[in-house]
């Protein structure tokens, strides 16, 4: 029996006996798909032709060298979709907030000490990724005159001092598949960022059709980078309990895979069910993947092999934690060894 097309493909084959798919959703742009339907190609298309979205209504009704009119031609812009996915849409909730607010307005004459006072208002972490995205779309203004000048150049924030997302720890992680077993959804967003160090934009894009002869592949959303990782034999027994039928490992109530930040939500309900605190999120469990990685001797080498870091810095940090504790301990034992030695040489008098 002929396996259905994915939702929104339209396909047929040519008097030649060439097939020919494309993805066709209302709204959205027409894209042809590569390849045959559910090949690895096909699907890697399939999967980034779903991510994209549509112009938002009423754009040609923009007057032209306003800020919503510069925030409509910046998301058509290399600059704009050059960025990674995840970042795309983390850029674009800043940008369509600031042009519900402020859209009327002419891009020519938005004053620094308006960016900055605006800076001024919110937490650090906040204030960075909102910078980077009104200076992405100032620098893109002046570079189609619709500014003078890019008003966000020379502000400089103050460098915020933090580990980042909590790493969890091997307790917290028993606490969680304590409450959740095997044959979960649940167990399976656990074991997927653990057992692969991947990102959250990743693990929700994983699907059986990236697994070939115990192998993952992976073509990571943030960095482009593709990777191949032998499946870890825990997160083996993990999806072969854990029965689906989607394109996704993991999907939403109404079988469709999730969006990052729904996902996000999701996982935050199953950790309070397992009773953990806030500070376990999705993220920290690929560094708890690299954590466990450096703690069974690999290299950093070898830890980015499988996490896919652009730099050895953020590895070097886990290496480091774990070299430094090894160390301490030998020295410890090295210490309680010579102490006893004494005392028996001592008692031997």
């Known amino acids: 029996m002929m396996r ?40 890697g298309a399939y999967e980034d032709a779903m991510k994209e979205v549509p112009e938002p209504i009423g754009a040609a009704r923009l007057k032209p060298g306003s800020v919503g009119a510069a925030v409509t031609m910046f998301y058509g812009s290399l600059a704009f979709t050059s960025l990674a996915t995840g970042s795309q849409a983390s850029r674009r909730s800043i940008l369509e907030k600031f042009r519900a607010q402020y859209g009327s307005y002419p891009m020519a004459t938005l004053p620094q000490k308006f960016v900055v006072a605006a800076l001024n208002r919110m937490r650090p972490h906040a204030a960075r990724n909102w910078l980077k995205a009104i200076r992405a779309l100032c620098q893109f203004s002046v570079s189609q005159e619709l500014a003078p000048t890019d008003v966000t150049q020379g502000i400089k924030l103050p460098k915020v001092k933090t580990d980042g997302h909590h790493t969890w720890t091997e307790a917290e992680i028993a606490q969680y598949e304590a409450y959740h077993p095997i044959g979960s959804k649940a167990r399976l967003a656990l074991a997927l960022p653990l057992y692969t160090a ?13 697994i070939r002869d115990g192998v993952l592949m992976v073509r990571q959303e943030k960095t482009g980078a593709s990777l191949v990782i ?17 394109l996704t490992f993991l999907t939403s109530r109404s079988g469709r895979p999730y969006a990052a930040n729904d996902f ?6 199953w ?39 652009a730099t050895l810095h953020e590895i070097a940090r886990y290496t480091k934690a774990v070299d430094q504790e090894m160390m301490a301990r030998t020295a410890m034992a090295r210490t309680a060894n010579s102490e006893r030695t004494k005392t028996v040489k001592l008692s031997d008098v």
């Open 4 to 43: 259905k097309l994915p939702k929104y493909v339209q396909g047929w084959v040519d008097r030649e006996g060439r097939p020919h798919c494309y993805f066709r959703r209302p709204g959205y742009p027409r894209v042809r798909l590569p390849g045959l339907p559910w090949s690895p190609d096909f699907m």
């Open 230 to 246: 032998p499946v870890h034999p825990a997160l083996q027994a993990v999806l072969d309990a854990t029965p689906t039928a989607h």
């Open 198 to 210: 991947q990102r959250r934009g990743d693990v929700i894009r994983m699907g059986r059709q990236h």
């Open 264 to 269: 996000t939500e999701q996982f935050r309900v």
């Open 271 to 309: 950790c309070n069910e397992a009773g953990l605190p806030a500070r376990c999120k999705v993220h920290g469990l690929r560094k708890a993947a690299c954590r466990r990685l450096a703690e069974a001797g690999c290299s950093t080498n070898e830890i980015a092999a499988i996490s896919g870091h």
